[in-house]
């Protein structure tokens, strides 16, 4: 479960970002479910008196990077905030293995800590944008009974109100077609269940990687000991923690005002680069469709072209496409109404 509101953590670091001198870097430690364990909040400087913020939540093997998308939302005039989430990027630590995870509900804490650090900062309203993983993370979170909104009163003036929430490939699926998944996730289940310590490591460079670093011939410079392009050794134990929160997802309905964008098609298993840049290389289209159908009841979806995994990471046709679709969402955006749930679907202009 979620470290309860009254744990302290503790700042150990607030400079200049690896970024540059638009972005301040805040680390944070506090006591994990085996050790200390630290987390990093990422903002940059611009709008420092705007009261709507966008906070966005990376996925697994990942950290946030993405300079343009931070200054596209201050374009917007939004603030614009980030993690690094315990064991990821600039929160790995010796005494902590990369990405390892004994429950999809501990990075909770992470999000209690950019939260209220948000709402001391003056920031009033949030929109969270998640990516993969990060969407499951969060959806979690905000499902809980510990979620800001259903907070004691005591606490619900340390955190600004969570208002929207946007979602880039979430993993809230396994990445098999529906009809594969439902044979193959009990299977799956009991096999991690049965081999907690056990772990899956790749030995070469995924396609995925390929497409989107620049060593490998993409548009990207990201560092590789952060995102290695072979990914970190996957633990049984990760994935089971991961199925476990899909499940229980699918129990507990969201009604918070949702976006989910997505590629037109799933492109795992492509043998080449090319053919792997056409769609999502990492998880299935149709799944999570299917799982975010039954989760978010005021959903409104977008499919991207030609779009990557990490959509922003797509190449600048398909990446305009995206930012635009959150941009149509965000201008049409109201306080949540969960009195009149609805699922609509952003069309391509071709098809408009």
Known sequence: MSTPIGQQWTLINDHEDLLGADFRARTFTFPG????????????????????????????TDYFFQTGLANYFIDQNYRFYA??????????????????????EQYGQDLDI???????????????????????IVSTYLA????????????????????????NSPFLALPFPPEVLNK?????RILVSLLPFSYLRA???????????KKFGGQWDYRLDWKPAEGFPLAFKWLKEVILAQRNLAKHPLSIPTLMCHATKTTIGKLTIEETQQ????????????????????????????????LYLSKPEAQAY????????????????????????????DEA
């Open 33 to 60: 479910p085996k050790s200390s364990v630290h987390t990093t909040l990422i903002n940059h400087l611009g709008n420092p008196n705007a009261e709507r913020a966008i906070l966005y939540i990376h996925g697994y």
């Open 83 to 104: 993690m690094d989430l315990q064991g990821y990027g600039r929160s790995i630590r010796p005494t902590t293995p990369p990405n390892w995870c004994d429950s999809i």
């Open 114 to 136: 950019a939260l209220i650090t948000m709402k001391q900062e003056g920031v009033n309203e949030v929109i969270i944008l998640a990516h993969s993983t990060g969407g499951l």
């Open 144 to 167: 809980q009974p510990y979620a800001p909104k259903e907070r004691e009163s005591h606490y619900k003036k340390s955190f600004p109100d969570v208002i929207g929430l946007i979602l």
């Open 184 to 188: 193959v996730s009990w299977p799956i």
């Open 203 to 213: 030995k070469k460079i995924s396609l995925y990687a390929k497409s989107i670093h």
């Open 279 to 310: 769609g999502d290389g990492v998880l299935d289209v149709d799944s999570m469709l299917e799982a975010a159908q039954k989760t978010f009841s005021n959903l409104t979806t977008a499919a991207i072209d030609n779009g990557f995994h990490d």
């Open 322 to 349: 995206y930012l635009d679709s959150i941009h149509d969402w965000l201008t049409r955006f109201h306080a949540p109404d969960t009195t009149s749930p609805s699922s609509e679907k952003i069309t391509p202009p």
